[in-house]
């Protein structure tokens, strides 16, 4: 059976290692159109914040693995241009300018996503750059040294932007943040979310909310983000407004897309064509706690839907259960993480949600250097069930989110989650663990 | 309705307060032994550590606060001897040597546990000390100070002789630890066990195994810890061979004792007397995995089952789900934690197990300062359920075990748990968290 697979990160290159270690027998092509495969993206903020590491220190595996120990036959420099779902073959052009064509048996797409830059003046000037794929990171790494950067204007508050926020400051490089809306982080409940911007502006960072950004102009060696009532200067402007799913190919060529316009799948991770599979930032996926569709461009989710598809083309079925939104990031010395539902998208999603935001400590009473943990809870009056967590804090909130978020792949009551049976020990929390507080406190209110 | 409350610690307290909150018009008495209540026992090691800390720091609630803010009939130095269920009173004696009795509707017996001393010459020496009440902590920080400690032997390798060897190596004081059985923790698979015994050992910490203790000797101002063919010296001993629950007292009541002679209770905490209750470290539990008894004292444990006691007999119908036997405790720079069944234990249950031990990293792929993680995970391979996870490593391990215990409360099979979706971000662990790539592995074994 011949495979074709369209991108080579991580869901792409996991799935193709999955088919192979399935079935060694099967014929399995990735076609790249970047040369870079398998790298840990995620990673990108913190060898950026470093200016002595080389950023291929990312790569997880390199390319020469995968064709010869695994015997995928990786092509990179590989861009994919078409897709005829009824002649099953893909068209495009390598970077050498050769035209190419593929037929397949079973094709997966795995075009990730793109970080949006706006339609606006100056956006393609040298200098305006975005975070996404290896090559943008080293673009922006070397532009630092090459330009000698001292001053980044970033447009955008989400926690690419935080992360990188936090790279640059650590090389003593100024940050203004601008963003158009005037919630810092609107998914997050006002003292959470005050929480972390004291620890972003502690650090020297200037945030500026509420300014639409108008166009980018270059001034000499500076640009110029001009908003109407602002204009911020920088030697660097990184534009880290969120990403969109790649699903133009799978939309041309007739799929069905979903969510944001990521491309549809099912359980199985099969498109609307039977022959068809998506995975990884470029598809939808089912939320656990609502049921329905929803788009969440995440790691995890990326590399173990990319096994999905490959056990379900290399006959072995599976289905996954869906996402639980759970996410982490960490800005400074703080760490936030979430997982499930917002009030707000509970609400929309027609539960009748109740919250509760309360503020603990992060080692047991009279324990040396404890520090506050928030946490919001989110839960339904009419069934009573876990809907959502939120926290912040210095410590101890990175792995705690996880708890919750089994329990809402469980559909678990809030009573019954404030009856597990978690550790404690009193360097690492309260008896009662912020997250059990939370939901005793909820249920007062459910 | 009379409220009478045996033992002012975790449970006893959450109780009363619980009970107080619940109905202010309960007529709510606690009758406490010592002179001490509310006060956080797990904290004492690392009280102990610090010279210049008072250990009543560890003091959550003074006793005044329970007697003027809330109400609560709070008599320390009660001393309680009997229990005639059928009159439904209890007796005994106060430290002033008064006789007391009292009446009850309903009854909580919140008695606690008691450090075992082993029934040998010389344990009754001056100079050997147990650590389970703030009046233990009290004693062994006194005699440190005033017999100029350099030298202690713990007998006993459990979590708390490990904390205390740990407080007493910040303090720069010797210790050699002492126990009969041939393995360090036998319910730990031998590689996590050996991290773990390295890292005490690379503290200067001398260990030794398979020694049965025999007596201990005075000699001089030292004293003597006497094995068949060892004999080891310090200038104090601690006792640290586990607790028993106390239980004598609804024993000789007629009570049913069950589970390591713990008072059996059910999910409502009732005794076997109707009127009478029994929450804390001084009765058995259900456990989550099995559905059988068991007998886990641990705190949470013991505050949740206060409460439960409380709503219970003030008319709001709880019933405890159990426990997962999740733990976790720290030593020098490892966290040690555990949640469910060993592979021993899951056999003894009926259970046909399987396990995994696996080796990862604490951080992302090629993000600096990462350590290792060890993971152990059993699963059954009739019913495919996960059964228990153990873990070791340098960060990351405390909060990451409650996502398995979460998953242990609803029955996960392992494969299930292998498709939650976690928490990621590079300074926090790889893409899939250690104890997915176990769940990972297990699945082929299982």
């Known amino acids: 059976m011949k495979i074709l697979v369209i991108g080579g990160d991580a869901a792409g290159m996991s799935a193709a290692s999955r088919a192979k270690r399935n079935n060694p027998d099967l014929d ?23 200016p002595i590491r080389d950023i291929d ?3 997880v595996r390199q390319a020469d693995v995968f064709r010869d120990k695994q ?15 009824s002649n099953r073959t893909v068209a495009g052009m390598s970077l050498e300018g050769k035209a190419f064509q593929f037929s397949y048996d079973k094709l997966l797409i795995a075009t990730g996503g793109s970080p949006i830059v706006p339609d606006l003046e100056g956006f393609d000037l040298s200098g305006v750059m975005a ?29 690419i932007a935080l992360e990188m926020c936090e790279a640059l400051r650590s090389r003593s490089i100024d940050v203004e943040m601008v963003k158009p809306g005037p ?32 166009k980018i102009e270059a001034l000499g060696k ?26 133009e190919l799978a939309g041309h060529a007739g799929l069905d ?30 939320h656990v706690v609502t049921g329905t569709k929803t788009w969440i461009p995440l790691a995890l989710r990326a590399n173990r839907a990319g096994w999905a598809a490959a056990d379900n083309i290399s006959g072995k ?18 760490e936030v993480a979430r997982t499930g539902l917002t009030m707000d998208a509970a609400e929309k999603s027609g539960f009748e949600p109740a919250k509760v935001v309360i503020k603990t400590r992060s080692r047991a009473h009279a324990h040396p250097g404890a520090s506050v943990i928030h946490v919001q809870m989110v839960g339904d009056k009419k069934t009573g069930r876990l809907l959502g967590v939120q926290m912040v804090g210095k410590e101890g909130v990175a792995h705690r989110i996880n708890a919750p978020a089994v329990a809402l792949h469980n559909q678990m009551t809030v009573a019954a989650y404030g009856q597990a049976d978690l550790a404690y020990a009193p360097p690492f929390g309260p008896t009662w663990d912020p997250t059990l507080t939370a939901a005793n406190q909820l249920l007062k209110r459910i």
């Open 28 to 50: 399995v092509t990735v076609l790249e159109k970047t040369m870079d495969v398998s790298y840990s993206a995620c990673g990108m903020p913190y060898n950026i914040s470093d």
């Open 71 to 85: 015997g995928i036959n990786l092509l990179t420099g590989h861009c994919v241009e078409s897709i005829d779902p």
């Open 222 to 247: 500076s640009l110029n983000v001009i908003c109407s009532d602002l204009t911020l200067e920088g030697d660097m402007v990184l534009v880290a407004v969120g990403i969109t799913p790649n699903s």
């Open 57 to 59: 220190d990312l790569v």
């Open 317 to 334: 079925a599976v289905e996954l259960p869906g996402v639980a939104g759970t996410a982490v990031f960490k800005v400074f010395d703080l």
């Open 257 to 286: 897309l979903g969510v944001e316009k990521a491309i549809a799948v099912d359980r199985r991770l099969t498109t609307s064509d039977e022959n068809i599979y998506a995975a990884g930032d470029c598809a939808d996926a089912y």
């Open 131 to 159: 975070l996404k794929s290896l090559d943008d990171g080293r673009k922006i790494k070397t532009y630092i040294t090459t330009h000698n950067v001292r001053k980044v204007v970033i447009i955008g508050m989400g926690y």
């Open 183 to 214: 919630v810092f982080l609107p998914w997050m409940e006002e003292e959470l979310s005050d929480a972390v911007r004291k620890e972003v502006e502690s650090h020297q960072a200037k945030m500026h909310l509420g300014h639409q950004v108008q």
